[in-house]
């Protein structure tokens, strides 16, 4: 989930209420490195939260590390 989608609300937003209302976590893919931003998607129960530039081996392990987590 990109973090700055252009609508009223972001992807922080967007994925907390599909984690809400489906049980599904996602991974946050943001340029934004702000404390506020990181801090909000942290508390949205996310799997991983990667910055740019994105490098395969990053979403990987992020991926990796939830195996066998409900």
Same mark, same amino acid.
């Given at each position: 989930?990109?973090?700055?989608?252009?609508?009223?609300?972001?992807?922080?937003?967007?994925?907390?209420?599909?984690?809400?209302?489906?049980?599904? %976590? #996602?991974?946050? $893919? *943001? @340029? !934004?490195?702000?404390?506020?931003? %990181? #801090?909000?998607? $942290? *508390? @949205? !129960?996310?799997?991983?939260?990667?910055?740019?530039?994105?490098?395969?081996?990053?979403?990987?392990?992020?991926?990796?590390?939830?195996?066998?987590?409900?």
């Amino acid at each position: 989930m990109d973090i700055g989608l252009v609508d009223r609300r972001d992807g922080i937003d967007a994925a907390d209420k599909i984690s809400w209302r489906f049980r599904i %976590r #996602g991974v946050f $893919f *943001a @340029a !934004n490195r702000d404390p506020h931003t %990181r #801090g909000r998607a $942290f *508390a @949205a !129960n996310l799997i991983g939260y990667l910055e740019n530039p994105l490098m395969v081996q990053s979403l990987r392990t992020a991926l990796n590390t939830t195996k066998g987590q409900t």
